[in-house]
C-alpha cells in the first residue's frame, strides 16, 4: 500500500497570508495525485488532481506542483472561506488502492 | 446538477447488516465508475469499494474485503454497498462518489454506527 504522509497537521494562518502544503508518498506515484478540501459538516470537494490541474470552479489563488514523491498545494492568499481541512490522495494503482493522506487542518491565526 | 444522495445509515449492533444506497441524478450514471468512501468521526478520508461503469468489475479495500458487496442498479441510477459482519470501527460517514482516478463530486454522506 502506498502511504501518504501529510504535513504539517495543523496550520495557523492569517487571511490574506501564503499557505503551503506538503504531501509525500512512500513510493513514486508520478503526478497520480488529487487535493481535496473539506470543511466542517460538508463533504469533501475536488480541488486538484493530476497534480496540477485545478478542477472546475475552483479559484485560481488554489495550485498544485510536484511529482514522484513530493507534492506541494498553495494558496496564494487565503481567504475566509478556505480555512478548512485539506486532503491529499493517490490513484497510483487506480483503480487499485487509493489511499488518502492524513490531512492538514487550516486554521485561523 | 449533478446530485448524489446516500441512504441506508443506522445504528447496527456488531456482527449485524445493513445496505446503504447512492441515488445519482444529473448524469449519465451508467457511463461512470462508482466508490464508497468513508469517515470515521473526526478522523481522516478512507476509499471503501469502487465499482466500474457496467458494474461487472468490483474493488475493495482489505479492511472490508469479505465483508462488503457493491453493487449497482443502472436501471435505477443506484449504486448500493452491501454491509455484513459489522464491526465498531466501520462506523463512520460513508459518502458515494463518481470515480474517475480521482473522486468528483461527492454525496453529504450517510451515518453508520456500530454499537451494542
Known amino acids: 500500500e502506498i502511504v501518504m504522509t501529510q504535513s504539517p497537521a495543523t496550520l495557523s494562518v492569517s487571511p490574506g497570508e501564503r499557505v503551503t502544503l506538503s504531501c509525500r508518498a512512500s513510493?513514486?506515484?508520478?503526478?497520480?495525485l488529487a487535493w481535496y478540501q473539506q470543511k466542517p459538516g460538508q463533504a469533501p470537494r475536488l480541488l486538484i488532481y493530476?497534480?496540477?490541474t485545478r478542477s472546475t470552479g475552483v479559484p485560481v489563488r488554489f495550485s498544485g506542483s510536484g511529482s514522484g514523491t513530493e507534492f506541494t498545494l498553495t494558496v496564494s492568499s487565503l481567504q475566509s472561506e478556505d480555512f478548512a481541512v485539506y486532503y491529499c490522495?493517490?490513484?497510483?494503482?487506480?483503480?487499485?488502492?487509493?489511499?488518502f493522506g492524513q490531512g492538514t487542518k487550516v486554521e485561523i491565526k | 446538477e449533478v446530485q448524489l444522495l446516500e441512504s441506508g445509515g443506522g445504528l447496527v449492533q456488531p456482527g449485524g447488516s445493513l445496505r446503504l444506497s447512492c441515488r445519482a441524478s444529473?448524469?449519465?450514471?451508467?457511463?461512470?465508475?462508482m466508490t464508497w468512501v468513508r469517515q470515521a468521526p473526526g478522523k481522516g478520508l478512507e476509499w471503501v469499494s469502487g465499482?466500474?461503469?457496467?458494474?461487472?468489475?468490483?474493488y475493495y479495500a482489505d479492511s472490508v474485503k469479505g465483508r462488503f458487496t457493491i453493487s449497482r442498479d443502472q436501471s435505477k441510477n443506484t449504486l448500493y454497498l452491501q454491509m455484513n459482519s459489522l464491526r465498531a470501527e466501520d462506523t463512520a460517514l460513508y459518502y458515494c462518489?463518481?470515480?474517475?482516478?480521482?473522486?468528483?463530486?461527492w454525496g453529504q454522506g450517510t451515518l453508520v454506527t456500530v454499537s451494542s
Open positions: 444529473g448524469f449519465i450514471f451508467s457511463n461512470y465508475a
Open positions: 465499482i466500474n461503469d457496467f458494474g461487472d468489475t468490483t
Open positions: 490522495q493517490q490513484y497510483n494503482n487506480w483503480p487499485r488502492g487509493p489511499t
Open positions: 513510493q513514486s506515484i508520478s503526478s497520480n
Open positions: 462518489a463518481v470515480w474517475y482516478k480521482w473522486f468528483d463530486p
Open positions: 493530476g497534480a496540477s
